[in-house]
């Protein structure tokens, strides 16, 4: 395209072009193979605060703040090489804002076989700008978060423990008659608190071994492991607990084995604190289901409680960091942190996990492995 394309249809970029914030949108400037302007728009001078006749006698380099200079001589180089088009971001100095972020697209003027010069179009790109300098604060805030939330939850369990440990003691002091005997209803009750401390402290211990997964870049130590074996094994350690309930297991295997590298301890974790939920949510009597289908080169597996279910406006949360509520959750104090480390875990190994829940239909977590093809001879 030659200089006349500025004098057609492109001729409106000539006048300042701005946006709603004040910045110009794009101007159309001509300039010889030394950077001199040919050409300048009204834009510019708005920009840079220059008079016309200024830049009439200023180039395209002498706009630009010392740093971007030589990036403008080496762009019109490349036009006078015979480049079609070259694109670059430099910084134009302005008297009243000090600096405008530009992104410059500039082409070769003239008809004849080599360039005369070049033109183009300067966009101002401080909306961007300040986009990405928006975006960047906010992964510097989510790291401080990060950060904050395993240094709150540490210190918080350093408090609950000293003052459990008080209470721990005070409890057996009391069970074993130091303030004098206690009748056998007391006793239930004393023996029922300690039984309600101990568990607090198993659950404080879980949750500075999260916080501390939270804060630390998780490592898969990644071994072939045998996907319904690690199911089977978590249902084992959940015996005890189902039982207690008095739930039914319903449980479904694919043929064959399903194997793939993965950390198993990581996999054990999460199918075990999934199971705990299930349990937890189910009633007496109820029931907890555990399928684990394969699908092309996915296994996904699938647990289900016979629970109450929940409404829409926690399943959004389900997998927060920060979704810690021990009013619906007052066995497991830290399910919240567990639920964002399962996510965390089952997407590191190339997984999603999701959730499923409708009320008074009960609550059903899904999440999927790719999985390893089977050898000749598996």
Excluded at 160 to 177: A, R, V
Excluded at 276 to 295: A, C, F, N, T, Y
Excluded at 353 to 365: A, H, N, R, V
Aim: glycine share 8%.
């Amino acid at each position: 395209m030659d200089s006349n394309a500025a004098e057609d249809g492109l001729s409106t970029g000539t006048s300042p072009s701005s946006d709603a914030d004040g910045s110009y949108i794009s101007c159309i400037f001509e300039v010889d193979l030394e950077g001199n302007f040919l050409k300048v728009p009204p834009a510019i001078e708005a920009m840079t605060g220059f008079s016309r006749e200024e830049l009439d006698l200023l180039s395209m380099q002498s706009i630009t703040l010392v740093g971007d200079r030589p990036l403008v001589t080496s762009s019109i180089r490349r036009i006078a090489a015979g480049e079609p088009i070259v694109i670059f971001d430099v910084q134009v100095f302005s008297e009243k804002k000090g600096s405008i972020p530009v992104e410059v697209i500039m082409l070769p003027l003239g008809n004849g076989p080599k360039p005369d010069g070049a033109w183009g179009i300067f966009i101002d790109t401080s909306s961007r700008c300040n986009l990405l300098d928006r975006l960047r604060s906010s992964k510097e805030a989510l790291e401080s978060t990060r950060e904050f939330m395993g240094d709150f939850i540490d210190l918080m369990a350093r408090e609950m423990k000293q003052t459990l440990t008080s209470l721990l003691l005070t409890l057996e002091m009391l069970d074993n008659g130091f303030y004098g005997e206690m009748n056998d209803l007391q006793k239930e009750k004393v023996g029922q608190v300690l039984e309600m401390v101990e568990r607090l402290k198993v659950t404080l211990n879980e949750a500075i071994e999260t916080s501390r997964d939270v804060r630390e870049e998780v490592v898969l130590e990644r071994e072939v492991v045998d996907l319904r074996s690690i199911v089977e094994d978590a249902l084992r350690g959940s015996s005890g607990a189902l039982v207690g309930r008095g739930l039914k297991v319903i449980e479904n295997y694919p043929e064959g084995q399903l194997r793939t590298p993965a950390d198993r301890k990581a996999l054990m974790q999460t199918v075990s604190h999934l199971l705990e939920r299930s349990i937890s949510q189910s009633p007496e009597g109820g029931h907890v289901m555990v399928d684990v289908e394969l699908q092309g080169d996915v296994v996904q597996f699938t647990i289900s409680d016979s629970g109450k279910g929940l409404p829409e406006s926690e399943l959004r949360k389900m997998f927060d960091r920060l979704q810690l509520d021990p009013e619906k959750e007052k066995e497991f104090l830290s399910d919240g942190l567990n639920l964002y480390m399962a996510k965390r875990m089952i997407e590191l190994h190339g997984g999603r996990i999701w959730c499923e829940s409708y009320p008074g239909l009960g609550t059903t977590f899904f999440f999927t492995l790719p999985i390893a093809p089977n050898k000749e001879g598996d």
